[in-house]
């Protein structure tokens, strides 16, 4: 995603432009994104086709925000699960002091699966899901 796309995207939303103001936006338009995956199976996420918008989004926050060395790769045969730990920092909040540093860091796991029977019943390459770590 380019710098121009995403502060189209900020436009839209209203919000100062910043660095981590853009990684917390991207994570909240994913998460209001994500819809159920399989429908007996509490899967749920964005479904995504490599390189579409929602693909450019998690691949801005990975090269923005991601923690060097957290990738870990599962191949389960049909399928395979990618997971990768973003750090944000919340700088309003360590800025005027409510929070120390430590306080004020926010990490998340992103998540990519792929089920090749899923792929071809959906034509999607598989989905994302971001999660809160702590």
């Known amino acids: 995603m380019n710098k121009s796309s995403l502060r189209k995207l900020i436009k839209e939303e209203l919000i100062k432009e910043s660095v981590y103001k853009e990684g ?8 209001k ?4 995956i399989y429908s007996d199976a509490a899967d749920i996420g964005v479904p995504v ?7 450019k989004m998690i691949q801005q926050l990975v090269d923005w925000f991601g923690i ?5 790769i599962d191949d389960f045969g049909y399928g395979k ?8 920092l919340d700088e309003w909040a360590y800025s005027d ?3 120390t540093e430590k306080e004020a860091l926010d990490r ?3 998540y990519f699966f792929t089920d090749n029977k899923w792929k071809r019943k959906t034509g999607y390459d598989g989905w994302f899901t971001i ?3 702590n």
Do not use: F, P
């Open 49 to 55: 086709k490599k390189n579409d918008k929602y693909w």
């Open 24 to 31: 917390y936006l991207i994570i909240k338009k994913i998460q």
């Open 33 to 36: 994104a994500s819809k159920r």
């Open 81 to 88: 699960s990618v997971k990768i730990d973003i750090e944000l």
């Open 97 to 99: 002091g409510r929070k």
């Open 68 to 72: 060097k060395g957290s990738r870990e």
């Open 108 to 110: 998340y796991s992103i």
């Open 131 to 133: 999660e809160k770590i």
